[in-house]
């Protein structure tokens, strides 16, 4: 593929990103860039990649081929309005910002333009992402195809109606925040119990790990996974009854759910 990527926003998923596509060599690193006013995110963004960061966001996109709006969804019309004379329709621009819709960034940059938007998470860092997006009506399907590339090489990504993009946040945008909780909470039971901190610490994750390879792996349903850990009058239904009784499941449904309305609310800020 080899376009050139220009970031706008050096932070940490322009750095996440941008270290995804180097490790799967679709972009060298003299072929990526990114834009910040932030001198403490350009080193950071040089220091993780190798690659240019500069205080030019008119420079990024002239040289990008693919353009990625990497900046806080309250900093993404400013950005914008500072190089919508330079954004013509040889760019595809991709928005990764949380909760703005393609019609809002058609406001922004011209219903003209090729606009993808993008709800990946930080997890492309170790080609583990799982992404979500949808283009507007001027994107074609080879700009599908190019960004269903980019997202696959540092994960799983799946093409959705917009409607859904809101949920994909809810879940696996913020959802990698959900299971460090969970991974130092189940840290923080071993250690309860008596387990060094490390130890614990490695038994979580790599728990979380395997249970997750498992489902992917097999294909077999979680709820026949969980029996099959499960003895009759053993420990695991003890723990499972612990975990029914404060309300585990229940919790986790209700943080997809908050995390996507709240996605919805930034659609009207
Ligand atoms: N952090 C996460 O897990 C995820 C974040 N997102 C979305 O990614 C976007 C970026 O988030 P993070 O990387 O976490 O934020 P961040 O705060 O680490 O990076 C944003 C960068 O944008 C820079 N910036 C601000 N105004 C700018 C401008 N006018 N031009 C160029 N750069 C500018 C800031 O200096 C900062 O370095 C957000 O819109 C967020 O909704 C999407 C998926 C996951
Ligand atoms: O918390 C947020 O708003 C961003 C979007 C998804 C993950 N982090």
């Not at 940490?12 to 910040?36: E, H, I, S, T």
């Not at 001198?39 to 996109?61: H, K, M, Q, W």
């Not at 130092?184 to 039971?189: F, K, R």
């Not at 695991?236 to 986790?252: K, Q, Y």
Request: proline share 4%.
């Amino acid at each position: 593929m080899k376009h050139v990527v220009g970031f706008l926003g050096a932070g940490q998923m322009a750095q996440a990103l941008a270290r995804g596509f180097l490790a799967k060599d679709l972009v060298g690193v003299d072929q990526l860039l990114a834009g910040d006013p932030s001198p403490a995110s350009r080193s950071a963004f040089t220091d993780a990649t190798g690659a240019r960061a500069i205080d030019d966001n008119l420079e990024v996109v002239r040289e990008a081929e693919i353009l990625v709006l990497a900046v806080k969804p309250q900093y993404l019309a400013s950005a914008v309005e500072s190089v919508r004379s330079v954004i013509t329709e040889n760019h595809l621009v991709l928005s990764i910002a949380a909760g703005v819709p393609l019609a809002r960034l058609e406001e922004l940059l011209g219903n003209d333009r090729r606009i993808v938007r993008i709800m990946p998470n930080t997890a492309c860092l170790v080609g583990a992402s799982a992404s979500g997006y949808c283009l507007n009506a001027t994107a074609s399907d080879e700009d599908a195809a190019t960004v269903g590339q980019l997202l696959e090489s540092v994960g799983v990504a799946f093409r959705l109606p917009e409607s859904l993009l809101d949920a994909v946040t809810g879940l696996s945008g913020s959802g990698p925040a959900y299971v460090y909780l969970l991974i130092e909470a189940l840290a923080d039971g071993g250690v309860r119990m008596g387990l060094p901190r490390d130890v614990a610490l490695s038994l979580a994750a790599q728990t979380v790990r395997g249970a997750a390879t498992m489902v992917q792996e097999t294909g077999t349903h979680p709820g026949q996974l969980k029996d099959a850990v499960a003895s009759p009058g053993g420990t695991t239904i003890e723990g499972l009854a612990t975990l029914e009784a404060h309300g585990f499941r229940s919790a986790l449904i209700e943080a997809v759910t908050a995390a996507t309305e709240r996605s919805r609310e930034l659609a009207n800020r």
